[in-house]
């Protein structure tokens, strides 16, 4: 009978959704669905829109979170939503050091989204201190 020819290892591949809460980058599958379908996730510096792209070893995701992007490599497919170690070993952290002494200017720490809720006291002091400039001139 014919020989069989070695069959190479396959190429693992996952779901980019099912990925990204396995490595705990999105809290939720639906939340990272949500993402993807948002453009803010890319792999390979292409947006995708697709929740069921198939990410294998290699591929370079960059998430765009609320204040910052992080940028990984894919290691390995998961398996399941372990903790915070297991996790880890899924992903190759590229995500630039954050610059030391580098704060945000004084419009972005003042600004907040909208309907986040109530000022503090100290920010409705500080209001407060605008205003009274304001009514002198």
Known sequence: MGEKPPQSLPVLRQ??????????LQKSRSIAQKAI?????????????????ALKAGDIVVVSLDRRDTIVRVLLPGVRR?????????YEDL???AVPGEKPNAFEQATRERGSG????KERRDVDRL???WDEE
């Open 15 to 24: 779901r980019l959704d099912k990925w990204l809460f396995f490595t705990r």
């Open 37 to 53: 379908e948002s453009g803010d996730i890319r792999v390979n510096d292409a947006r995708i829109t697709q929740p069921s792209h």
């Open 82 to 90: 372990g903790p915070y170690e297991e996790a880890r070993l899924l």
């Open 95 to 97: 995500t630039p050091a």
């Open 118 to 121: 109530r000022p503090t006291k």
């Open 131 to 133: 205003r009274q400039g």
